[in-house]
């Protein structure tokens, strides 16, 4: 049996464990506002959410969102409610779910095998560099990543630490919940595919040997006993799926169906189909090859994807033996593999959600596999490497060439934040160095662990303010407040969302799918209505020929010129202007 009471050394690891892991996620919360490319729409369509009073039906300035489910959304405007700012609320949901995630993997391992096994689980899963970089980070993904982590911990909480058949609904409850968060989240059930294979063979049972090889798949082939298939409460499970994903589906669907609106019959469609089954047989961008989630693995996961080499023939060792503490997790992480290397399109954080259960397996090999030389070396070497870098870019922004800060400041809009970003690059260094040496030889793993965090509480402190202006639009949107003054009005053309997000209350948009040249006729024409109260901020591809550019204001936001237009500006505009300088691809 597992032992699975933490001792007094076991729980000063344990805390310790815990405070780096809230240092390293909370550092840098509340100090930035949303950066391109996901979190502004989040962000926008949860404020709108809020000063609407509209939850069921998502929208993007004028237009229906329907993108994704809204529950992500929600928990941001949840936050907002709770701790009225924004800047912390955007981001409170994806730090939650990656303790979260932390939690379910170190316990989990706890419960499997021992306590020191599963701190082995959270550290693995806290020093990957992909685990951390979108935990800091307000985008879908680390939420979807804890409800797919939940559901496998209930799942193996039944089906290996059980019968635990409260774990077992939550576990498919956990998967709704992230079906709806993004359709991806059903992929938490493939963990019960090596189960439904045993029920398969099940029948076979009596014809198989009694000893050896023979008897470990005769024990395999009891799980689906072990899971309650026959048993009434297996049915709690597929129920609790149910009620979770109708917690979204049934009432948007008789939303739709009360209000007899096209546009919300469309959202449906577009939601419903499009974005999930049609989205994966027929991807529209991202497109990769189909060994690229390797490359990612490869890359992303490091550090603790070194050990894979190693990690490897022990689990095969173990698969042998068809030990399911084993055989569940790399199985389904094997079939994550499969589902997302189908699709032509890819991106790196779809591959994320397998990543704890890679953790889980991992750690109960790391005490035997940390002993070895060559990992000792990686361990030192990638520390080292890190804190080299940071170094190396650091003195070359300091001694070298000022062209690299001209270029900040022109594309950036930074004056002395070009400075303040050599010191904090010089302060990543430095505290690597010294965790280096404070570590030694004799502790590689400590001073790896101490470079990280290190890195991670310094970027998420120092970083973000430097580049906030410019990165999340607050920069140009307050000139441009500070402008038209409080009285003016302001509508927005080829706009990008940051822009909405950072703009003055009650910013006039003309739809964000529309064609520019469509956009620019409905601006011009609500201009004129009020020319002496309405400014246009037009992006500079849509910028016709006929606005004096002499008398607009000029901005740069996220490598993107905007121009303030006044009413007089408009020397000789006619109701539907030439623009010049875009393809008409791009407007229509």
């Not at 597992?2 to 344990?14: C, G, S, W």
């Not at 995630?101 to 693995?124: E, H, N």
């Not at 090859?289 to 050990?307: C, E």
Request: glycine content about 8%.
């Amino acid at each position: 049996m597992p032992i699975t009471a933490f001792n007094q050394a076991t729980k000063r690891h344990l805390w310790l464990f815990w405070v780096v892991a809230s240092l390293v996620l909370v550092a840098g919360l509340g100090l930035r506002d949303p950066w391109p490319t996901d979190e502004p729409r989040f962000a926008l369509v949860a404020k709108q959410m809020v000063d609407t009073g509209v939850w069921l039906f998502p929208h993007r300035g004028i237009e229906l969102y329907s993108d994704k489910p809204p529950l992500f959304m929600w928990t941001q405007a949840v936050s907002y409610l709770l701790t009225g700012n924004w800047r912390i609320a955007f981001l409170l949901p994806s730090l939650l779910a990656a303790l979260g995630t932390l939690w379910c993997v170190v316990d989990l391992g706890r419960r499997l095998w021992t306590p020191r096994v599963g701190l082995y689980a959270g550290w693995a899963l806290l020093i990957t560099i992909q685990f951390v970089f979108q935990g800091k980070k307000a985008q879908i993904d680390p939420s979807v990543v804890f409800w797919i982590t939940l559901a496998n911990y209930g799942l193996l909480r039944h089906l290996l630490a059980g019968p635990a058949w409260r774990w077992w609904a939550i576990g498919w409850f956990a998967a709704g919940i992230g079906t709806i968060t993004k359709g991806v989240g059903v992929i938490a059930l493939l963990m019960l595919a090596p189960v439904a294979l045993a029920a398969v063979l099940r029948p076979l049972h009596g014809a198989m040997a009694p000893g050896g090889a023979g008897a470990r798949l005769l024990a395999w082939t009891r799980m689906p006993v072990r899971a309650g298939i026959g048993n009434p409460r297996f049915w709690l499970g597929p129920l609790a799926f149910v009620v979770a994903v109708s917690l979204w589906i049934v009432p948007m669907v008789a939303g739709v169906l009360s209000s007899g609106d096209p546009a919300h019959q469309a959202y449906l469609n577009d939601i419903l189909f499009r974005q999930t089954a049609g989205r994966y047989s027929r991807s529209w961008d991202h497109h990769q090859p189909f060994w690229y989630h390797f490359g990612v693995m490869a890359t992303m996961w490091l550090p603790t994807m070194f050990a894979l080499p190693w990690a490897i023939p022990a689990w095969r060792r173990r698969l042998r033996r068809l030990d399911g503490r084993y055989l569940l997790p790399l199985v389904w992480w094997a079939l994550v593999i499969v589902f997302f290397s189908i699709p032509a399109g890819k991106r790196d954080v779809y591959i994320m959600p397998a990543l704890p259960m890679v953790c889980l397996a991992l750690a109960p090999l790391l005490p035997g596999l940390l002993r070895r030389r060559a990992l000792r070396v990686f361990a030192i070497a990638f520390a080292a490497a890190l804190t080299l870098a940071a170094l190396g870019v650091g003195l070359a922004m300091w001694f070298g060439d000022p062209g690299f800060e001209r270029r900040l400041i022109v594309e950036r809009q930074l004056t002395d934040g070009a400075h303040q970003l050599t010191v904090a690059v010089l302060a990543i260094g430095a505290w690597g160095t010294a965790a280096l040496l404070w570590a030694g030889w004799k502790r590689p793993y400590h001073g790896l662990i101490a470079t990280l965090a290190g890195l991670w509480v310094l970027y998420g402190l120092l970083i973000p303010p430097i580049f906030n202006d410019a990165s999340s639009a607050r920069g140009v949107m307050t000139r441009v407040a500070h402008t038209i003054g409080p009285d003016a009005e302001l509508g927005l053309v080829g706009w990008r969302v940051q822009n909405m997000l950072m703009s003055p209350p009650g910013t006039k948009d003309f739809g964000y799918s529309v064609p520019w040249n469509r956009q620019l006729a409905m601006g011009l024409a609500w201009q004129a209505q009020s020319p002496q109260r309405r400014w246009l901020l037009i992006q500079e591809p849509a910028v016709p020929d006929c606005v004096d550019r002499s008398q607009a204001k000029v901005g740069v936001s996220n490598r993107r010129n905007w121009w303030l237009v006044p009413y007089s500006a408009r020397v000789t505009c006619s109701a539907a202007p030439a623009i010049s300088g875009i393809d008409k691809a791009d407007l229509d």
